[in-house]
């Protein structure tokens, strides 16, 4: 490591030489979102660097680096990083790339949630009812039916992979519109959640919750009168933040901060990851009844507020605690 004592305080002025090198592999649009001018800036106030990675050449080539942050997919690219960790042991990966595979099945990503088995600890999380569907289109209404979950369904591929495809959502009103899916998908009740979806940012130890508008309770008179598959809006953009809007004070109160702090301290540990986000809805007509629907490795943290210092605190202190870890 190219240290100069321990000085991973933030302190360093601009005119100082760069004592943190992050080398990055994004793809164009998460290093346009994440890579702001100002976050850049006040990284190489705090003495931070961010140098590309260039993936057609061998990573061992280039740096030296003190992190890697990456966000690639690819069989390719995870045994590229992996081999690089092993020959060079003091170079932090953010995040180790067989810890972030875990979050490309949705279905298994939400068994870490189930995993947990939390105790009632300022409210209660789990999971909506969910399964999934690997073949034979026309015989996913009798084993929808045979698992006993309840309509409205929310239909999701079952694998992210990336593509415009995998983010593809849908809700469905009636049976007969089960056989028009494509499998391989998961099949998750739509919980009630009165408009409103809360996305937990985690960056280390940091937590940043947001409001987003999310889908409006169905009700028993439109499960009726509304056949078909509708695709679900995305909610991701910070364009449909609720954070500012004229609320219900019932609906729009946050998670209980100290249920949040467990929660993410227990999913960091299961899932051995330092950057991802959580997609929580609070049952309608409920204060503490709370349902995790999606996990999200490497968020657009540029739409998080503040983002430029958490994360750059972070940088810091991570290295500062690797840092101590190798000369103890």
Not at 28 to 56: H, M, T, W, Y
Not at 119 to 125: I, L
Not at 262 to 278: M, P, Q, T, Y
């Amino acid at each position: 490591m190219r240290l100069e004592g321990e000085n991973f305080d933030g302190e360093a002025g601009e005119e100082e030489e760069q004592k943190l090198v992050v080398g990055y592999a994004l793809t164009l649009k998460k290093k346009k979102s994440f890579l702001q001018p100002e976050f850049q800036r006040l990284a190489c106030k705090k003495g931070i660097s961010f140098v590309a990675v260039d993936v057609n050449r061998p990573l061992s080539d280039q740096g030296p680096f003190d992190i890697i942050l990456h966000k690639l997919l690819g069989k390719e690219w995870s045994e590229i990083v992996e081999d690089y960790q092993q020959t060079h042991p003091e170079v932090a990966i953010v995040d180790p790339p067989d810890a972030i595979q875990h979050l490309y099945n949705r279905h298994s990503m939400l068994q870490n949630v189930v995993d947990l088995n939390l105790p009632d600890f300022h409210g209660r999380v789990g999971v909506p009812r969910q399964m999934v569907i690997m073949k034979d289109p026309l015989s996913i209404p009798d084993e929808v039916a045979k698992a006993g979950l309840k309509l409205p369904l929310v239909a999701k591929p079952l694998l992210v992979d990336g593509s415009a495809k995998s983010h593809e959502l849908f809700l469905l009103y009636d049976w007969s519109s089960l056989s028009k899916l494509e499998p391989p998908l998961v099949l998750q009740e739509f919980v009630n959640h009165g408009g409103i979806l809360f996305k937990i940012y985690i960056v280390g130890d940091a937590i940043k919750v947001v409001r987003r508008f999310s889908l409006p309770n169905v009700t028993k008179s439109q499960l009726a009168k509304v056949p078909g598959i509708f695709p679900f809006p995305r909610v991701s953009s910070a364009a449909a933040s609720a954070d500012d809007a004229d609320l219900d004070p019932h609906i729009a109160e946050l998670p209980p901060r100290p249920l949040l702090e467990r929660l993410s301290k227990e999913l960091r540990h299961r899932l051995g990851l330092r950057l991802f986000n959580i997609d929580m809805i609070r049952e309608h007509g409920t204060r503490d009844v709370f349902y995790v629907i999606d996990i999200n490795y490497f968020p657009g943290y540029g739409k998080m507020p503040d983002y430029e210092v958490i994360f750059t605190d972070f940088l810091l202190s991570f290295m500062k605690s690797k840092y101590r870890k190798l000369v103890h």
